[in-house]
């Protein structure tokens, strides 16, 4: 695991003037990495110029809720035609199944659509970090505190410190979703 030092900016040439500060202290390119992190629960929209994390699970969309409610509709429908119409039923009673196969369908869909917004909406509400620009530095235990005060001086928001894979110039294992560390030596007033 590698050691890592992160702070959030608003903007790219925010976070990229920071960078070439980091340049001047002795950081190299490989060392410093900017992505974009987006809002809570859109972690898998990535609308952005520099890499991002690996996308995470879609938000939940009316088009998902009524693909659900739609795919059981129809599944209903079937069950409900299949099941009367292998006892030889008339057609009016195969009619009458088929549309109350697909209401019963349609309202397990929809079961399950609420089911999963309401599981969607709580892991939103559990994300604590704020979106913008997030500059990341691998650092050394002797590196990490001239990362933070460069972070620091530059007005960096929640900066933080996390242990990670760090590969081919950026944190590879970055998850959006998992609540910062702060790095509290950033946060003292220096002596």
């Given at each position: 695991?590698?050691?890592?030092?992160?702070?959030?900016?608003?903007?790219?040439?925010?976070?990229?003037?920071?960078?070439?500060?980091?340049?001047?202290?002795?950081?190299?390119?490989?060392?410093?990495?900017?992505v974009?992190?987006?809002?809570?629960?859109?972690?898998?929209?990535?609308?952005?110029?520099?890499?991002?994390?690996?996308?995470?699970?879609?938000?939940?969309?009316?088009?998902?809720?009524?693909?659900?409610?739609?795919?059981?509709?129809?599944?209903?429908?079937?069950?409900?035609?299949?099941?009367?119409?292998?006892?030889?039923?008339?057609?009016?009673?195969?009619?009458?199944?088929?549309?109350?196969?697909?209401?019963?369908?349609?309202?397990?869909?929809?079961?399950?659509?609420?089911?999963?917004?309401?599981?969607?909406?709580?892991?939103?509400?559990?994300?604590?970090?704020?979106?913008?620009v997030l500059?990341?530095?691998?650092?050394?235990?002797?590196?990490?505190?001239?990362?933070?005060?460069?972070?620091?001086?530059?007005?960096?928001?929640?900066?933080?410190?996390?242990?990670?894979?760090?590969?081919?110039?950026?944190?590879?294992?970055?998850?959006?979703?998992?609540?910062?560390?702060?790095?509290?030596?950033?946060?003292?007033?220096?002596s």
């Amino acid at each position: 695991m590698s050691l890592i030092v992160a702070g959030r900016f608003t903007t790219f040439p925010a976070a990229e003037a920071v960078a070439e500060k980091l340049y001047e202290r002795g950081f190299v390119e490989e060392d410093v990495n900017i992505v974009f992190v987006n809002p809570r629960g859109q972690h898998a929209h990535a609308h952005h110029a520099m890499p991002i994390a690996a996308p995470r699970e879609p938000a939940l969309t009316w088009q998902h809720l009524s693909h659900n409610v739609v795919a059981d509709a129809v599944a209903g429908a079937v069950v409900g035609i299949a099941i009367f119409a292998g006892m030889s039923a008339s057609l009016p009673m195969v009619v009458i199944a088929a549309g109350v196969g697909a209401c019963l369908g349609a309202w397990i869909g929809m079961m399950v659509s609420r089911q999963q917004a309401a599981e969607h909406h709580e892991r939103v509400l559990r994300e604590t970090r704020n979106s913008g620009v997030l500059l990341s530095v691998h650092v050394t235990p002797e590196s990490q505190a001239v990362a933070a005060d460069v972070l620091r001086e530059s007005h960096a928001a929640d900066i933080e410190r996390a242990s990670g894979r760090w590969q081919g110039g950026h944190w590879a294992d970055f998850d959006p979703t998992r609540s910062p560390e702060p790095y509290d030596a950033a946060r003292q007033p220096q002596s």
